[in-house]
Nanobody, 122 residues
């Protein structure tokens, strides 16, 4: 089992920055690819970014490329999502998740955090 706990969400203004953290406990963190997802009211959960086990490769959805950065610290069992130039449409509940295999789709992920709310206001 892997337990994931997100933190760092909050209310910010458009253009601001925010960093989310997700700390894992349980089985070896470095054996999992990690992803950040988000879900806005009335919308499906969507992948935001993902990072491979070593941190050497990353994936971003087009709408966040150049604004968001995913990174991980395997020594601290933590994955981060640095979000810059936040937009109103980034408002959502953000979830981190751990994948033992592939990591592009929600169905690929084995463990999920409880989510943290990010609200971007004008």
């Amino acid at each position: 089992q892997v337990q994931l706990v997100e933190s760092g969400g909050g209310l910010v203004q458009a253009g601001d920055s925010l960093t989310l953290s997700c700390t894992a406990s349980g089985r070896s963190f470095s054996t999992y690819a990690m992803g950040w997802f988000r879900q806005a009211p009335g919308k499906e959960r969507e992948i935001v970014a993902a990072v491979t086990r070593s941190g050497g490769s990353t994936y971003y959805r087009n709408s966040v490329k150049g604004r968001f950065t995913i990174s991980r610290d395997n020594a601290r069992n933590t994955v981060y999502l640095q979000m810059n130039s936040l937009k109103l449409e980034d408002t959502a509940v953000y979830y981190c998740a751990a994948a033992a295999g592939r990591y592009y789709y929600a169905g690929d992920y084995d463990y999920w955090g409880q989510g943290t709310q990010v609200t971007v206001s004008s």
